[in-house]
């Protein structure tokens, strides 16, 4: 029998009973849908992150007071405390090494803003001019902080947005005094509305000049340095050079962490990318029932067909042939379903981007080709026990059958 | 009625039977479906296997059709020993040399009447372009042109037996076997399709006929009756047709 020969035979076998190949082919599109649409959603969520990390400025080295025992990035190192301070001195030693733009300090505390008669919680950021620059924000009102040397910075404070309308309301706020823990200080401008970077939103920061927080805070301890690099390529060069110019500084011990921006984009792309899969795999079990169903469909078909093979036989088909025909026919039904399931599938991560626009759920192209090549394995596989039933039929007693 | 025994040539036999033997399992109890068969077969004879149900007389068709094997005996086509023939060499066989028709048609009932006899061809693997000249050649030669396109349910019981006849000649089979052709027929359809087979019959198509039916056995030149799996009688009828 000529192939092209047998896949019309089947698909017209398949077709004969559209119910069941229907039923079934919805079977097995829901499995390689869930692969391609929950892995959009997995994969998603990693770019969602990455570029939450790459808003904060892309040259970027990170300094982190204390040192982990592991060499590389470690989640934990975020929340761990300080063995050793890092001074504004320390950063302002780092302008000096070769391939360093900017330097910003960060100091981070929850603090308590107070202005015409009006009271809330917010959290303080004390840093300098270059944080801006260095964290890629965009002003809404007015200016960030003025330059000014190191450690010395004027009265000033820019406030978010949302902090700004909960005290301010529409009122302009360029100008006003405000009270930031037991500092007066004049509003000189307001951060454009969503920022936002870390996992967290500018809308409700009060930037200060550092000197000032660590002054209301009575420490000089600094929380990070920021430093950009000239450039991309300059990046591990600086690294390395702001991790030896700190350890001398600190009595030749290296009591500090430093990263780039990039390996906590790498971390946590590992992770969601391991979510991903864990996912991917959670919907391939649909599959595997899809093909379960699959091999079913095509036991009633084999039943039902009793006396076709028989007569086949009769008519001078080899076991090979009728084996073929019907596993030609449960390939041809994965397929079929497979290839619905990846267009559902597109079109479901389609509508989720519709409605979430921030959201980047486009289905990754290897969870497609996982899906699809799933589905038609366990369609393979599935379809041989009918097959091999089919093919091993007694033709006498296949064809005295109604 | 002569009582001549048509056994005199074996050598050029078309069919030679020697000794089949065959024994079902129903249960834990044996059924001897055939005991020591010995049958000639000469190419173009006419032939009507008659007997009780039971008898073997469908055993001893599908023997001849190849769908069966017999425990014991040989069975020479066209001087080829086909017993010790693999699987797949006795559906070639089958294929090339023996045409089935059967009582209920067994017409695949989603495809067309073309379709349908197109399925041999389609089989042995022949080419697109020489499965449809041969088949548009049959759909005329049995009557069948305007029908080619409805499906075994559109169809009348003359007009689906014809479609299975048409199926089980396509590939010029040396011998046709016909497994009660006229039961599902009634009396005026049945004629009809009797005089197909004995047309072909007369073309040199060595016709075998299985049947309970006294007045269609009785129109064979050649009437073998069966009892408990043995030939009781083997007779050649000068009345017969030809």
């Known amino acids: 029998m000529r192939i092209l020969d047998t896949f019309r035979y089947s698909a017209q076998a398949a077709t004969g009973t559209p119910l069941r190949t229907g039923l079934l082919m919805l079977a097995m599109s829901i499995g390689v849908a869930a692969v391609v649409m929950l892995t959009a959603l ?37 929340i761990t405390s300080t063995p050793r301070d890092l001074t504004v001195n320390d950063a302002s030693s780092l302008l000096r090494l070769p391939g360093v733009m900017r330097v910003a300090p960060i100091t981070v505390a929850t603090t308590e803003i107070n202005a015409s008669g009006k009271l809330r919680e917010a959290m303080m950021v004390g840093t300098n001019a270059d944080f801006i ?87 000089n301890t600094l929380f990070r340095i920021l430093v950009e690099a000239r450039s991309r390529d300059q990046l591990e060069e600086v690294k390395a050079r702001v991790l030896k110019m700190i350890t001398q500084r600190h009595e030749g011990e290296e009591d500090i962490t430093v990263i780039t921006q990039d390996a906590v984009l790498e971390t946590f792309d590992k992770i969601l990318g391991v979510l991903t899969m864990g996912v991917a795999g959670i919907a391939a079990i649909s599959l595997a029932v899809a093909g379960i169903l699959v091999m079913n469909v095509m036991l009633v078909s084999v039943t039902q067909r009793t006396a076709e093979i028989g007569l086949l036989k009769a008519l001078g088909a080899t076991s090979g042939a009728v084996r073929q025909l019907f596993m030609v026919e449960a390939i041809l039904l994965s397929l079929a379903g497979a290839l619905m399931g990846i267009a559902l599938g597109y079109l479901g991560a389609a509508m989720l981007r519709q409605f979430y626009p921030t959201f980047p759920a486009y289905p990754p192209m290897w969870a497609v080709l996982a899906g699809f090549g799933t589905a038609m394995v366990s369609g393979l596989i599935f379809g041989v026990m009918p097959a091999r039933r089919a093919a091993q039929m007694d033709p006498i007693q296949a064809l005295s059958k109604r | 009625m002569a009582d001549a025994s048509p056994q005199e040539q074996p ?82 066989v089958r294929s090339e040399r023996i045409g089935f028709i059967f009582q209920s048609f067994h017409l695949v009932p989603r495809l067309t009447a073309a379709a349908n006899i197109e ?124």
């Open chain 1, 133 to 219: 620059h260095v964290r890629q924000l965009k002003m809404g009102l007015g200016r960030f902080l003025g330059k000014s040397a190191m450690g010395h910075g004027a009265a000033e404070v820019v406030l978010g947005n949302k902090i700004r309308q909960d005290i301010f309301g529409n009122e302009s706020p360029l100008g006003k005094m405000v009270r930031v823990g037991d500092r007066r200080l004049r509003v000189v401008g307001v951060l454009a509305e969503g920022g936002h970077g870390m996992g967290m939103s500018t809308d409700e920061l009060v930037i200060v000049p550092v000197s000032i927080a660590q002054a209301m805070l009575n420490s």
């Open chain 1, 42 to 78: 997995g994969d998603g969520a990693r770019r969602y992150v990455v570029n939450e990390f790459s808003a904060i400025g892309s040259n970027l080295v990170i300094v982190l007071p204390g040192r982990s025992d592991t060499r590389g990035f470690n989640p934990a190192n975020i």
């Open chain 2, 11 to 92: 050598e050029s036999s078309l069919i030679s039977l020697q000794g089949i033997e065959r024994t079902f399992l129903l249960g834990d109890s044996k059924v001897h479906a055939l005991r020591n068969v010995n049958l000639q077969i000469q190419p173009g004879e006419y032939i009507a296997v008659m007997g009780p149900s039971g008898s073997g007389k469908s055993t001893l068709l599908n023997m001849i059709g190849l769908l069966d094997r017999p425990d014991d005996g040989t069975y020479l086509l066209e001087n080829r020993d086909v017993t010790t023939l693999n699987p797949d060499e006795l559906a070639k």
């Open chain 2, 119 to 242: 399925l041999p061809l389609v089989l042995s693997g022949m080419s697109a372009g020489e499965r449809s000249k041969r088949v548009a050649q049959a759909l005329k030669e049995y009557g069948l042109d305007d029908r080619a396109h409805h499906r075994p349910n559109e169809l009348s019981g003359g007009q689906r037996q014809r479609v299975a006849i048409a199926r089980a000649t396509i590939l010029r089979p040396a011998v046709l076997l016909a497994d009660e052709p006229t039961g599902n027929l009634d009396k005026a359809t049945g004629e009809e399709v009797v005089r197909l087979l004995e047309a072909l019959n007369a073309q040199g198509m060595t016709l075998i006929v299985v049947t309970h039916d006294q007045a269609l056995g009785a129109r064979a030149r050649r009437q073998i009756r069966m009892e408990d799996g043995s030939v009781v009688s083997d007779i050649l009828n000068q009345q017969g047709h030809a």
